[in-house]
């Protein structure tokens, strides 16, 4: 995490985030207006190409009638708010402990050796940035790597480095698990639960032959 | 009323204590950090947890309101083990740098984890780093030694009320910083150094010039402003070396300014040390038997009723007594106090005096503030009315040029004809008032010293008398002094009528040929060019330009004297340290002159001069203590000027010539003060 201010320009929102806005404030009591500061921080990130500048926060603040240290108080405890630019691609890997047991120290090499770059840093052509995140809540499918909204599972080093070479191909692999398991059912067979088993499961099982 | 036992002792405590008041209440200590009395409850340093009978876990004693039938432990051996606890995750990241840093020897972290403390440590990992934050040129951080109690952050946010103080980050890796790194800009700042438990944050002025153990402290009373804020003046040797604030709840409460705490490097520099006069068009140094020769041939070719006197914003009510004497000794009656031109009177003390006292604004609720930049003025009792302005919502209306008083007002204009409307009931704000139970209204510098200031006392007086100001036990008619020595000066009758204007243009026509000026300069004295001038003073300042005669004076912390508040309370400060080379006590050098004269005062000690003003002017005897002046009629009809107020202080830190004469009130000028008024009245 990095306190630094980085100063950018003016900011304002887009007129569509701003009709957003004036509805997202409608969620709100007149007294509470502030509590609309994290939503309003998160919509203002993605607007600006994934980071919270300083114009973001004044402009946060005062349309919310905070004071300015306020409003960079809870971007700067939320690690999901970057206060410093971020590359295209933010590739964020999972370190926490289930996904650690699961290999996610591989997973966070593989994406060293090939991005070039360590954790909280951006390529020098600005394209990729590599984040250490705290649980990413999806540890029954660890290690996982979160990217643009979407989680990337039961990964390992040669998968991880396919999906960054995916990225950089352009054409992204589809997002879940990259170990050919269903979502999160067990890997093979269904062994139990047979009748709750969802039908794609089944198909998908009968299709591939049977594993034994 | 709720009744619990601590330590044994059973104990009825308000409704609404929380357990550590109740505690205190009892006289039983307990260690905290992140808890004061003056600011909101954090609740998150955790040193003050207490066994509580059928809890299951300790609570934090601060947080926890006292409640009927509790039984508290507070040292037991649960707590003690606690207590142990807390300061050795406190110390994990403290650095042991104790001989080097400034706050050893009266740091709250020092103390407590001698006394509370488990004796030694258990961890070897490394400690956490944080770098320096930029807080602006009073404050000096240190912040690898913050516990992050966060004191300083709700004092910007509660008493100064300029947010700009914030925790940022999180867990391990919280900072407190100011935003961006800017300097804190208050005029309150300097307070968050006092609140600080540890040596996080010190005094940037005061870094590495003494410690605690080898000062000699003097209670004493500040004359930067006219509240008469209880200080304690901290010297070493020949040098007062800092400035606290002292208790006071009827006046500071714990609370001084900027200026008041820092201006004190003011007392060092640009002093007059030996007495000087003008020979063949250049200030010499002469002795002081030369000085009063000059003074006397020049009196003795004199007519009395040609000489005048002024007195500056500095003065004790002893020196003015004895000047007032001795200018009366050779037969003149023309002793002027207010240099700014105010239209106040001495004849009705309830017409000059805040007469609802200090304290007063906890009680108010509705405030009129007419031409008063509160914030600049009086900048301890600006943060008092906020308060009550946050926490009680009360209306506060404001009536001048647009300022940022740190809390909301309703504008009214900048116009004085407004307050004419008010009193016809033609104002919204007249509806206000009425349905007010305690109205007050504050009668600023502005308004006073305006050609038309009389017509505004009496609007203001009318108003006052119309809405119900004046009780039983209410009075909210106040006016704001913005100088320590003026209701000293007004109590002993120091005006002549017409006022300044009317020495300036008696020297220009010849009327007066000697001026004797003690300590007054804050305003242009240019007219005074043509007289004869004898300057006393402390400082070379404005007053020295045009003197003739200098003789030198002594400052607040060097001399015993008697100082009258705005509310018209007596206080007493104390001598800390002698003046400088030969400066004396301004009232000794007056004993000293009117014998070489040849009118001997008939005083030789300060206990004899006392006694002579007491028996004169009896309220001067009442130390200590709040007068209540009957209420009469008072101020002038007379049309209004069509122009808006103009402001007295553009700038907060350069206000008397102690603070001119102070490097590092200078610096906070040049650094803190990017206000618009300064700009404005820059441009006229």
Known sequence: ?212 | MVKLTIDGTEIEVDTGSTVIQAAEQAGIEIPRFCYHERLSIAGNCRMCLVEMEKAPKLVASCAMPASEGMVIHTNSEKVKKAREGVMEFLLINHPLDCPVCDQGGECDLQDQSVAYGGGSKRTTEERRIVSEKFMGPLIKTTMTRCIHCTRCVRFADEIAGVPELGAIGRGEGMQITTYNEKEFKSEMSGNIVDLCPVGALTSRPYAFKARPWELTSTETIDIHDALGANIRADARGREVMRILPRLNDDINSEWIDDKSRHAVDGLTKNRLDRPYARIKGKLTEVTWQQAFDIIAAKIKKTDGSKIAALTGDLNDAESMYALKKLIASLGSDKIECRQDGSAVESSSRVSYLFNSAISGVDETDAVLLIGSDLRREAAVLNSRLRQNSVNRRMNIAYMGPKIDLTYRVTELGDDAHILQDILEGKHEFSKVLKKAEKPMLILGRSALSRSDGGAILKLAHDIADKYGFILEDWNGFNVLHTAAARVGGLDLDLTVSGGIESIFAGVKKGDIEIVFNMGADETDLSALSGAFVIYQGSHGDEGVRYADVILPGTAYTEKSGLYVNIEGRVQRAERSIFGPGDAREDWTILRALSDALGKTLEFDTLGELRAALYKEYPAFAALDELPSEKWCDFGVNAALLKEGFILPITDFYQTSPIARASSVMQECSGIMYDSPLKEEAAHG
Request: proline share 5%.
């Open chain 1, 1 to 212: 995490m990095t306190l630094n201010l980085v100063d950018a320009g003016a900011f304002e929102f887009s007129p569509e985030n701003k009709k957003w806005a004036a509805e997202e404030l409608k969620k709100y009591p007149d007294s509470y207006r502030q509590s609309c500061v994290m939503p309003y921080l998160h919509r203002a990130q993605e607007q600006n190409h994934g980071w919270v500048s300083i114009p973001i926060m004044e402009y946060i603040a005062d349309l919310l009638d905070m004071a300015y240290i306020r409003v960079h108080e809870v971007a700067s405890f939320y690690s999901m708010y970057n206060l410093k630019p971020v590359g295209k691609h933010v590739i964020e890997v999972c370190t926490t402990t289930p996904c650690w047991l699961r290999g996610s120290d591989d997973v966070a090499a593989a994406c060293k050796k090939e991005l070039g770059i360590g954790f909280g840093e951006t390529t020098a052509d600005g394209e990729f940035t590599l984040l250490e995140v705290e649980c990413a809540g999806a540890c029954v499918n660890a290690p996982v790597i979160a990217y643009k909204e979407n989680y990337y599972e039961d990964l390992d080093e040669d998968t991880t480095t396919a999906f960054i070479k995916s990225i950089k191909a352009g054409k992204v692999v589809s997002c879940g698990p990259q170990n050919g398991r269903f979502k999160s059912c067990p890997k093979g067979r269904a062994t139990t639960l047979k009748d709750f088993a969802p039908k794609e499961l089944l198909k998908a099982q009968d299709s591939k032959g049977s594993d034994k």
